[in-house]
């Protein structure tokens, strides 16, 4: 039975966290209402913008059932010339090893264990997947038409259910009962605030990675003026909410994900800027092809070990190294062969940059300093172990350099075939790392008091604890739905039970 004159869950948020909370909660037959800050032509969250998500996989036939039952001779080819298992054992250790052993252990083993079986259930819900096209990631599959195609499918799905979605309509402040329940939320609407009654309530709406002085505040004063790869919605508002009635903080407050951008790309990202079906849209701005050249700052020097590991588990940090050079920008630098060996992405074809055949004529063109590129690029060349070079950018080749610094641990090869190529990049954020504290059971946020916050669950990059400092490629929307799901169950049981 729905709350007198509410409903039984609100979901705050309508990323691919909050609707998976949304669907879930709904299958167990909770009346839900779904609150989106963004009007509807800008739905869905960051999760508009991408397109993997990552998890575990033993056998060829595991990603086969994730597809469509017509798949095709030529697509499971395509999977089996790129299928390397990756099973919970293997999944656990990258979680631990990219977030340097910070990762909080109950979360991170519930998140393994149910990525598959989270997968199949959004297999069961209609999506599916198709073999990934971008070759500097390790993930075999994508969603079918990325992250657009999902959250469209989403809404779809909660809108033939009759789910109540309610769009221009931000929470600012959570509602709560005598004994500390949470009993909905206060939000503006375009027709002025309202106070909207539930029997439990889903955070799920976002980090704080679109609101500059957050930013700041917890990241660092440079981060500031960083810009966004994705939404401008995502403000703070929900930690901000669940913080002024006690919530404990959770996780890596001062780290974030954020990687190589075209330095030219805008301040943000609009879901309507994706048609949901062009690679070129959502690797636009990207710049992920740096494991296979290398990167230097304005005065022509390395910074950075490009390749300390594979593409996938790299480039989420990649964009704060970025950001501490001079005036936070850096130039990422290919020569012939790479591009001969198809090592840098399509989307570069349409980057800011400049080629020319020479090293001194390139640095002229994008206004760094020639010798000592020059000088640069000679060190790195003789540095090089001696060694075939055929990588997989799936697996670390350890074809590095020795006796420099920063070394180059993988993927090492001299950039001497012009003509020679060079793209200016920026740090641009994804989202951040820090969140709250739950129970990892349920997700049911934690009160500095020691105890459980009534009828109060957060999902998605609400949810603190997993990331610190680095993840995976494709990590952050695997949790989003592992643990959208739970939020989702979780809070329905509450209402039922309440």
Request: net charge negative; with cysteine.
């Amino acid at each position: 039975m729905a709350a007198p004159n509410g409903f039984d869950v609100i979901v705050v948020g309508a990323g691919n966290a909050a609707l998976c909370s949304a669907v879930s909660a709904e299958e167990q037959g909770a009346r839900v209402c779904v609150l989106e800050k963004a009007p509807k032509t800008e739905r869905g969250g960051n999760s508009m913008l991408t397109g993997e998500m990552r998890f575990t996989f033993s056998k060829l036939e595991e990603l086969v059932e994730l597809m469509r039952p017509d798949v095709s001779d030529g697509d499971i080819e395509k999977l089996s010339q790129r299928f390397i298992p990756r099973t919970d054992s293997e999944l656990w250790d990258e979680i631990m090893r990219v977030t340097d052993d910070m990762a909080d252990r109950e979360l991170a083993e519930y998140h393994v264990r149910q990525s598959y079986p989270t997968v199949r259930w959004l297999r069961s819900k209609g999506h599916h997947w198709i073999p990934m096209i971008d070759e500097t990631t390790d993930n075999p599959v994508m969603m079918e038409n990325f992250g657009f195609g999902l959250q469209q499918r989403n809404f779809a799905h909660l809108e033939r259910q009759g789910v109540d979605i309610r769009y221009s309509t931000a929470a600012y402040s959570l509602l709560q009962d005598q004994r500390g329940r949470v009993t909905g939320v206060r939000a503006m609407t375009p027709d002025g605030p309202e106070e909207i009654r539930a029997k439990a309530v889903i955070l799920a709406c976002g980090g704080f990675e679109a609101n500059p002085e957050m930013r700041a505040a917890h990241l660092g004063p440079e981060w500031g003026m960083v810009k966004v790869r994705g939404v401008p919605y995502n403000t703070g508002d929900g930690l901000r909410m669940a913080l002024d009635i006690g919530a404990m903080p959770g996780g890596s407050w001062g780290t974030c994900h954020a990687a190589p951008q075209d330095l030219n790309r805008p301040d943000h990202s609009m879901p309507s800027s994706q048609d949901g079906f062009s690679y070129a849209d959502l690797g636009r701005w990207v710049r992920y092809s740096y494991p296979f050249g290398v990167m230097v700052n304005i005065h022509g020097r390395r910074f950075v070990d490009e390749a300390d590991d594979i593409r996938s588990r790299t480039y989420a940090k990649m964009g704060r190294a970025i950001l501490r050079q001079p005036r936070g920008v850096a130039f990422q630098i290919f020569d012939a062969e790479a591009r001969r060996r198809g090592l840098i992405d399509p989307p570069y074809g349409e980057a800011s940059g400049e080629t020319d055949s020479s090293l001194d004529g390139l640095a002229r063109k994008l206004g760094i300093n020639g010798g000592e590129l020059i000088q640069t690029i000679e060190e790195f060349n003789a540095a090089i172990a001696p060694g075939d070079y055929n990588p997989n950018v799936s697996v670390p080749d350890g074809k590095r350099t020795h006796g420099i610094d920063p070394p180059k641990t993988n993927f090492a090869a001299p950039i001497a075939v012009p003509p020679f190529e060079g793209y200016p990049v920026c740090c641009g954020i994804t989202f951040t790392f820090g969140g709250l504290r739950v129970d990892p059971k349920t997700t049911q946020v934690q009160h500095v008091g020691g105890y459980a916050i009534p009828n109060l669950y957060a999902a998605g990059e609400m949810l603190g604890g997993l990331w610190h400092g680095n993840y995976a490629g494709g990590s952050g929307m695997m949790a989003g739905a592992t643990f959208g799901r739970l939020a989702g169950a979780s809070a329905a049981k509450a209402a039922q039970s309440g």
